[in-house]
């Protein structure tokens, strides 16, 4: 185990005089291999807090640039950052909070075909992800190379916080054997989320990862932990393991990677409805006024960007207002980029609306390409 130079011994003082941490637990810490799957809302006071704990090795996956909108949570990011990639920020801000760690840059879409590459070198990895089929993969890959994963979610005023650790406790399949049906769960974009939340869910989740790394203390492994901030309470839920897991039970049948889109139901449908091209139907509208574009976003996303002339029906509430569309009508259907509006579309094409089509890349592709003073976010 490397010893610490005297700046180490200067830098980690208030840990050094710590019994329960001291010179040999500071070692164990820079010795210790972590990796955090997201550089955003979680993944910012994680990677932050355990730089500044003296985590030897510190790897960050992620692949998607700096959004004006991040900044409200993503606290690793300035002003100055917008439309830089996210890792190269963060390695910067990483390295100058602390050039003692070694901060390892995986800038890719983590996927069944090169999670159990990534993950290999680390010894414990934190899930700081937004969406159900890297959760679950990340979780079925931990629970196949033997690695512990800290949990954490949030959405709008609420959190949860675990740790899973196969060999000693559940995963989260044994929580969560199933995933929400597609579009039942809003995104954090689509919700929203408070900005201080990631910070105190991502802070108790390196809490976690530190007392892994000491031996210290009672790790989270089977209890979550649910933190609603309006109310300001703290729940702990007892999870036990599952004999039955399809992933870490006694007869598993999960033995490496599978499809996770398919599995959480985010693929394409059978019979998708058409597409046309933001391009395409800016021509369609300068010519034609017979089309209705049917905004299906949140109130809150209308309030940011609006299209002038759509019609808006949020997508939660289509179903029980078709009796305000015209069936006979040609629909183009957006959302912000893409997923509410397949949802809207199947809606209405299952109700018999025969001429709908969705517009590729929504509101954030008419931004980006036909209308640029229109507010972009993520």
């Known amino acids: 185990m490397a010893a610490l130079n005297q700046e180490e011994l200067l830098r980690y003082s208030r840990h050094l005089v710590m019994p329960e941490v001291g010179i040999a637990g500071q070692e164990k810490l820079k010795a210790a291999k972590v990796l955090c799957i997201g550089a955003g809302g979680l993944g910012s006071p994680i990677s932050l807090y355990l730089a500044a704990a003296g985590v030897g090795r510190l790897g960050l996956v992620d692949y998607d640039t700096v959004d004006l909108s991040n900044i409200q949570r993503q606290v ?6 917008v439309g830089k990639p996210k890792l190269d920020v963060a390695a910067a801000r990483l390295r100058a909070l602390n050039p003692n760690v070694d901060v390892v840059l995986h800038p890719l879409r983590l996927s069944r075909d090169n999670v159990l590459d990534v993950i290999a070198d680390y010894d414990i990895v934190v899930d700081g992800t937004d969406n159900f089929p890297t959760r679950y993969l990340s979780n079925d ?3 196949i190379a033997g690695k512990p994963i800290v949990y954490g979610s949030i959405f709008r005023f609420e959190g949860q916080i675990s740790v899973f650790d196969a060999s000693r406790g559940p995963c989260y399949r044994c929580l969560f054997p199933e995933p929400p049906p597609a579009g039942m769960v809003p995104s954090c974009a689509e919700g929203g989320v408070l900005g201080v939340l990631p910070g ?3 802070t108790l989740q390196a809490l976690e990862v530190i007392k892994l790394i000491l031996g210290e203390g009672e790790p989270l492994v089977g209890r979550l932990v649910l933190f609603d901030a309006l109310r300001f309470s703290i729940d702990t839920v007892t999870i036990k393991k599952s004999p039955d897991c399809p992933v870490c039970g006694a007869e598993a049948t999960i033995t490496a990677p599978i499809d996770y889109d398919a599995f959480c139901q985010v693929d ?17 509208r300068d010519a034609d006024a017979a089309t209705t574009l049917l905004d299906v976003r949140s109130a809150a996303e209308l309030a940011i960007a609006a299209f002038d002339g759509a019609l808006w029906i949020p997508v939660g509430e289509l179903a029980g207002r078709l009796s305000e569309l015209d069936r006979n009508a040609r629909y183009v259907v957006t959302c912000h980029r893409g997923p509410r509006a397949e949802r809207a579309a199947t809606i209405l094409r299952e109700a018999g609306f025969s001429d709908v089509r969705i517009l590729t890349g929504g509101i954030d592709a008419w931004a980006e390409r036909i209308d640029p003073r229109m507010a972009r976010y993520a």
């Open 76 to 81: 690793l990011y300035t002003s100055a950052d």
């Open 268 to 284: 394409t449908p059978a019979d998708p409805a058409p597409a046309v091209s933001v391009d395409a139907f800016a021509a369609e």
């Open 200 to 202: 105190i869910v991502g």
């Open 141 to 143: 890959a931990c629970v």
